[in-house]
């Protein structure tokens, strides 16, 4: 009974052929897209950045300069500026195509609305979550970390900042057709952010006393895995929703 | 085997169960409400080591446990709107929100309150006082994101696939914090537990839970009926209704 349906379909299918994208084709264009305008509005990549050394700094500032407390205290400070940095450039990642209608046209598009929410996405880490993963280093000497906590520092970013974008991105496309986001955004996110917070920081206290911390990374990794495969999901109902 | 359910997909049906349940669900609280507060506040036996302070205890467990619950019923209620695009399952997760983040402020507040004569302070870092406070803060981010849309079904929307992101994140957060609290202070005072309870303990318990449930069902009730009003407010029999309350 299908047999016959599915012949008629196929010549359309090739003569579509060109104008179809496969699955990696899409994410890749989705992808450059994004990164050329970012590369465009440089502000929108260093204005975060500049956030986050700022808050940074002002902690010693306000807590004292003694070594002893700021070591003590880095990678929780470090963390919750991260946090913060990523929550205040998360707006963007929707808003502009929001707002320009290209929102609306990728939802229509006959490409999975997954990939293209994950290209999105994975732009966005590759925007905000990498150079403050750079950075961070630097701003750990300023702030006296425990030599033994670098790896750790690193590696809990590299693993726990994807999870901040991803579930951020939850956050933003249920709020993008608001018009006072920015506040609620923070709201909503910010306890979802709890557990990476809690795992990042106890790997970078327990490597400072040389003891071993897979646990906690395996831990973040397993958040980060299990909001690769689910927030993608989420955020493109939560666009249906928002964009109506 | 779920088509007796089938009718109350209509809000007009809904509305005149509810007319029949909430008289029920009154008495019910009325009574299991009296019975487990006076026995509970005045005839119950004082805690050998709390003394007399334990007995808000009748009040702060029954809040707690009811903030979870309804937590996980506005879950159930998203779910069945997101899937089965049941629109009155938005009405009841919307009814549900703000009575579950009151009953997270009961529990908290009670709690700060017991904590005091027996911890000697009002608030601390103990994993299970945490995971509630971040409860109540999903709650607020619930009801927030509810009120800040227009459109009543996309905020019904919203919410829903907030909440379900909650109840996913809501036994991460709560063994996290569990983790937390173990790594960064060893129990100090937090080894409080559910002391097993003899029975003249237990059973007022149970009568004002009970009453305590059957109360948030009575305001669940109302706050939903006023739901399907506000929302069918243009449907013929709600017009009906509102001429016939005028003409009395």
Sequence with gaps: MTLPAQSEQLPTQTTQTSAQLSYRHAFMLVLKRDLTIAMRHKDDIINPLLFFVIVITLFPLGIGPEAKTLSRIAPGIIWVAALLATLLSLDRLFKSDHLDGSLEQMLLSPHPIFILVLAKIFAHWLITGLPLILIAPLLAVLLHLDKNSYTALLLTLLLGTPVLSLLGAIGVALTVGIKKGGVLLSLLILPLYIPVLIFATSAIDTAALGLPYSGQLAIIAALFFGSLTLAPFAVGAALKVSTN | ???????????????????????????????????????????????????????????????????????????????????????????????????????????????????????????????????????????????????????????????????????INIPIIKYSVDWWNTLHQGSTVSKIGKPSMSLDMLWPFIFSFLGFSFLVGVIICLRFRNEILARNSIRPWVRELVEKSVVK
């Design chain 2, 1 to 167: 085997m779920w088509k007796f359910l089938h009718p109350y997909a209509n809000p007009e049906t809904t509305y005149h169960f509810t007319n029949k349940l909430l008289p029920w669900l009154i008495a019910l609280a009325a009574l299991f409400l009296s019975i487990g507060l006076v026995w509970a506040l005045l005839f119950a036996p004082a805690d050998y080591q709390q003394g007399d302070s334990f007995r808000i205890f009748y009040v702060h467990v029954p809040a707690a446990s009811l903030s979870m619950g309804i937590y996980v019923s506005m879950a159930i209620a998203a779910l069945s709107s997101l899937v089965w695009q049941l629109k009155l399952a938005d009405a009841s997760a919307a009814a549900m929100a703000p009575v579950g983040a009151a009953f997270t402020a009961i529990a908290l507040i009670t709690g700060a309150a017991w904590g005091k004569p027996m911890w000697g302070t009002w608030w601390i870092w103990d994993a299970r006082l945490t995971s509630e406070l971040i409860l109540l803060f999903l709650y607020l981010g619930v009801i927030a994101l509810h009120n800040a849309f227009e459109d009543k079904n996309l905020a019904g929307k919203a919410a829903g696939i907030l909440t379900l992101v909650g109840v």
